[in-house]
Nanobody, 122 residues
Framework: QIQLSESGGGLVQAGGSLRLSCVFS??????????MGWFRQAPGKEREMVAR????????DYGDSVRGRFIVSRDNGQNMAFLQMNSLKSEDTAVYYC?????????????WGQGTQVTVAS
């Protein structure tokens, strides 16, 4: 059973930065075999993809609204994924979720964390 746990959310002023962390646990599962993603959902809006990173860290992609401001990374030795968020805007306010997809189905994010709230004050 894979479990994901996010942390690092909070209240920040516009223009500030936050770093989100996601811890992966899965007895018998190798973190390095999973593609990781960050998603967010604001009240009244659909969930959107923020960033994704391949299992070997070779490639990452970003949603249009965060490209150039956010950086996704991972540490396979620590079983962790990160989202560095810079130049935050009020429209970045949302619950942020990390998710995992197996290498066999790299776009099927089946495993999700509980989410962490990010609030950007303007």
């Amino acid at each position: 059973q894979i479990q994901l746990s996010e942390s690092g959310g909070g209240l920040v002023q516009a223009g500030g930065s936050l770093r989100l962390s996601c811890v992966f646990s899965g007895p018998g599962r190798s973190f390095s075999m999973y593609r990781m993603g960050w998603f967010r959902q604001a009240p009244g809006k659909e969930r959107e993809m923020v960033a994704r990173i391949t299992s070997d860290t070779a490639s990452a992609d970003y949603g249009d609204s965060v490209r150039g401001r956010f950086i996704v990374s991972r540490d396979n030795g620590q079983n962790m994924a990160f989202l560095q968020m810079n130049s935050l805007k009020s429209e970045d306010t949302a619950v942020y979720y990390c998710a995992a997809a197996s290498y066999e189905s790299p776009y099927d994010f089946r495993h999700w964390g509980q989410g962490t709230q990010v609030t950007v004050a303007s």
